[in-house]
């Protein structure tokens, strides 16, 4: 009997019917600029010849990490989507550029319609909520490459800003304010750390109620990462930030002072903000040192703005009108490019 590619376990119609399955989804991110629909080669997209005077595309990429072992053990796949988008976008955001489009790829051993409908959904409702196309992306079926059950996702961003609004390192001064934006959790990074303490130390199962939590780990770990992008963006409209930077691997530490000149310090006031009780537990129960906890993990701020200190009031009002609760952090100072933490 002649062999079929299915029978090597790529199910070509399962594939076609998928596609179909999110098509909605998908387009109802498309934004007026889409030209295409989906399932072209190329996905084609205009931008506004009127709207900038120097354009600068701005790219981004990034992943889920190991949050997704949390996904797969709990047999939930509705939130690392949004997790997906949020990683990209909020980094493209960072330049002071406005996400356009979005392209996701999704590679599995074997494809589960449902679960990877659930996974796009998820990715639609992160493009939307940051205002950008889903314009296009990838589903690999590879048999025998991924274990049953698992895939991976990758996730890549355009963005656009006009030059002179570009932002990056050597725009903040001394006497600058920092405003930070609480996060919504581990967000997407430190699980490796988070898993070992949680499930190995501690012995935990992801369906575990936890009390000083209010809720199971699994709802804890899943909490979807936060999108900043439509808020932040009120604020480039009115006032002139001078920085801005995405709270990720390496914490307030690693990445603040990514957006500080050499000759300055951003010197936070430990005291401003109250980090969830998830980050208490995990430096208890692993006996995890206080530089080490802000190494691993956002410690509560997901993302920070850098102002002049006349301009903060203002940027603050704008924040809490775009549905945020801002804090102001500390101040950069004279220093030598670090993140102190009093």
Not at 168 to 194: E, F, K, M
Not at 239 to 266: M, S
Not at 275 to 288: C, K, M, N, S, T
Request: a negative charge; glycine letters at 14%; aromatic letters at 6%.
């Amino acid at each position: 009997m002649p062999l079929t590619y299915k029978d090597a376990g790529v199910d070509i119609d399962k594939g076609d019917r998928f596609v179909e399955r999110i098509r909605s989804a998908v387009e109802a991110t498309h934004r007026p600029e889409v030209l295409g629909g989906l399932g072209g080669f190329g996905a084609p997209f205009a931008l506004d010849p009127g709207k900038y005077q120097e354009p600068i595309l701005i790219s981004g990429t990034d992943g889920v990490g190991t949050k997704l072992m949390i996904a797969f053990l709990a047999d939930r796949h509705d939130t690392v989507g949004i997790d997906l988008v949020a990683m990209s976008v909020n980094d493209v955001l960072t330049t002071g550029a406005e996400p356009l489009f979005f392209l996701d790829y999704v590679a599995t051993g074997g494809l589960e319609e449902g679960k990877m409908a659930a996974v796009v959904q998820g990715i639609a409702a992160g493009c939307r909520d940051a205002g950008c196309a889903l314009i296009g992306g990838e589903t690999a079926e590879m048999p025998g490459f991924y274990r049953p059950g698992e895939y991976d996702l990758a996730g890549f961003c355009v963005g656009v800003v006009d030059k002179a609004k570009m932002l990056g390192p050597g725009r903040c001064a001394a006497g600058d304010t920092v405003i930070g934006l609480p996060s919504s959790g581990l967000h997407s990074n430190g699980y490796s750390l988070a898993r070992k303490v949680l499930l190995e130390v501690c012995g935990y199962s992801v369906d575990q109620q936890l009390q000083e939590l209010g809720r199971s780990v699994a709802d804890e770990l899943l909490e979807p990462t936060r999108i900043y992008v439509r808020s932040v963006l009120g604020v480039l409209a009115a006032v002139d930030v001078h920085a801005l930077a995405h709270i990720t691997g390496g914490g307030l530490p690693g990445n603040l002072n990514r957006v500080l000149g050499p000759e300055l310090d951003a010197r936070l006031e430990r005291k401003a903000w109250q980090p969830q009780a998830i980050f208490h537990l995990l430096a208890r129960e692993g006996d995890v040192e206080p530089a080490e906890m802000f190494r691993a993990f956002n410690m509560g701020i997901g993302f920070c703005l850098v102002v002049a200190a006349a301009d903060a009031d203002r940027a603050m009002d704008l924040l809490r009108q775009g549905g945020e609760s801002p804090l102001i952090l500390g101040e950069v100072v004279a220093g030598s490019g670090q993140v102190v933490l009093d």
